[in-house]
């Protein structure tokens, strides 16, 4: 089982030195990926001390990203302290996905219904 570190401990590691971060209510130490990280050190520092789940999911992180986090992972949040993790439970980013191609496929099927009648 890995700590549990409230959200007061992790906005004290929200710079260079020290940096940690939330995804899918786990809790990352990446103060030592921010000069790897391929997206450039701000993107990470810019949710340091914060939740980053929803930034980290609409960028649509590979598996191998998803694999190189874990060797980041130091704790989880208290489960007071956890959100409803949708995307989690949805496969990351299947939901958004799917729900865009069914908008698409509806305005599809309005488009050729006005033009075949």
């Known amino acids: 089982m890995s700590a ?4 007061n401990e992790i906005k004290k590691h929200k710079n260079k030195k020290s940096t940690w971060m939330v995804i899918h ?3 990352y130490d990446v103060t030592t990926f921010l000069e790897e990280h ?5 993107a990470l520092l810019e949710y340091a001390g914060k939740d980053g789940t929803q930034a980290f999911e609409d960028v649509g992180h590979s598996e191998d990203a998803r694999e190189v986090m874990k060797k980041f992972k130091i704790g989880s949040l208290p ?3 956890k959100v409803n993790d949708v995307a989690k439970n949805c496969g990351g980013g299947t939901l958004k996905w799917s729900l865009l ?6 305005i ?7 033009y075949m009648s």
């Open 4 to 7: 549990e570190i409230s959200l």
């Open 25 to 27: 209510n786990q809790v």
């Open 38 to 42: 391929p997206g450039g050190e701000d």
């Open 79 to 81: 489960q007071a302290e």
């Open 101 to 106: 191609a069914l908008a698409g496929a509806i």
């Open 108 to 114: 599809i099927a309005v488009v050729l219904k006005k």
